[in-house]
């Protein structure tokens, strides 16, 4: 149990909120259970029909806890806490709502990547610096990222790492609609409302139907994405970004080969 994400039930919508803000939300493997256990709790209670992921105005999540990083993956990636989250998320067939503020970076993005409907506010600024960390892509980013966006973006996005605006996202069709942080939420949970009141099965059909497009492919990749990052934790390029992030001053890598 950890009191850093907090859910509750409303009027057949479960939010579950990150609540670790003096770290920016990053996540903890406590965390990623809480938000596993989450979709488990969704998945088995008849009286929920729509799941909302948010932060706060200000923060969504600054993605995994740069600190649990350095100590490696736990275990297989699909027996760890993070694993068993992103498997769970790709693989549910209740629909699923992101309301996001402020940083959203590393699986704060790619988590978005398997939500029905995406609202961000102004503020928000996404990131997949998982190659500047010296880390790969994770959450079946490698293959739903070119598929959507085409290959170059794609890579740009993974390869360079760089920080991105609601209204670049909107633009890549990633989000819904960029709102006023304040609003984000309301606007959020207006639409869990309308997917709670269409008929349950029908929308669980189709996000059955939605998540099978990319289906058995994505669970391999990601499978394919865990394994490796898991040995990427363990390179002596990661182990320089982390230092450096904790050193606050920018990585060196010119030593690499
Ligand atoms: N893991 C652990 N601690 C983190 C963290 C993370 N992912 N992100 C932020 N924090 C901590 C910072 O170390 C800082 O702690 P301190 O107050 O003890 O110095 C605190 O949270 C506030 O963060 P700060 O960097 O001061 O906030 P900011 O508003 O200037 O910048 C971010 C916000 C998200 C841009 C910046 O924190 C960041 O880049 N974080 C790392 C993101 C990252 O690389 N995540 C992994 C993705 S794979």
Redesign the pocket.
Known sequence: MTDLVLTEKNNHILTVRINRL???N??THDMYTALGDALEQARDDDDIRCVLYTGSED?FT????????AAGLPGEFQDTPVGRFLLLLATTTKPIVAAVN??A????TTMLLHCDMVFAGDNT?F????A??G?CP?GGSSLLLPSWLGRVRAAELLMLGD?FTADDALRLGLINSVCEPARTEAAALEACARLAAQPPAAIRATRELLNRASGEQLTTTMLAEGKLFAERLKSPENAEAIKA??E?RKPDFSNFN
């Open positions: 003096d770290r920016k990053a996540l923060c600054a993605g995994n806890d740069l600190g649990d990083f402020g940083p970076v590393g699986i704060g600024r990131q997949m610096p998982f500047t960390l880390l994770e920080a992030f904790t606050k």
